[in-house]
């Protein structure tokens, strides 16, 4: 079975494809030739990949997925949220976690929490899907795995960020493999009836 990922980002594709189940073939955006940009406006984390995935749906016909994180902050009030994306006033990860670490100087309580929420359109219906990875906001960037934040997020449990921690540390605990856990078991009970 194939299924489109409305995103393009190499990292995400890594991480989903390495999680769901053999005999899903996850295809990219790129893959099907599709350049349009999708709209992200909606202001909450769930609502923009409904957006998404209900956007690529309404173009193409062809059923899909989407995904979007947002970073909460406990002493920021879970500031970034919707905005973790663009946090700096660009996209560049260094910027984001260097306004991060910036806001966060006076924080004692550095808690903090990743969740992801994916939308599916499924031959025009919706559906959601949200995982969450808890933790914490480190003083300083550590480590060049991964992507965005994850140099400055630490998992409860873990003494290390996810920029450290091998990539098969993240791939089994984090708030994407939890959101596309539950979407991947759902597809299967939905493919087998
Ligand atoms: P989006 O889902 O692409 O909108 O992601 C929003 C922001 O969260 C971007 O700045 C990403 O770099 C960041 N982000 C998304 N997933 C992760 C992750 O797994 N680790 C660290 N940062 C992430």
Known sequence: MQLIFATNNAHKLEEVRAIVPAGLEILSLS???FTEELPETSGTIRG???????????????NCFSDDTGLEVLCLNAAPGVDTAH?????????????????????EDRSARFITVIACV???VSYCFEGEVKGRIGLSIEGSGGFGYDPLFIPEGYNDSFAVLPASVKHAISHRSR???LFSTWLSDKTSK
Do not use: P, W
Request: proline share 0%; charged share 30%.
């Open 48 to 62: 923009n990949a409904l957006q998404k995935a209900e956007t690529f749906y309404k173009r193409t016909g062809r």
């Open 122 to 124: 499924i031959d025009g």
């Open 87 to 107: 946090y700096s006033g660009s996209r560049d990860a260094l910027a984001n976690n260097e306004k991060l670490i910036h806001e966060m100087a006076s924080c």
């Open 179 to 181: 959101a596309v856990e």
């Open 31 to 33: 893959d099907v030739q």
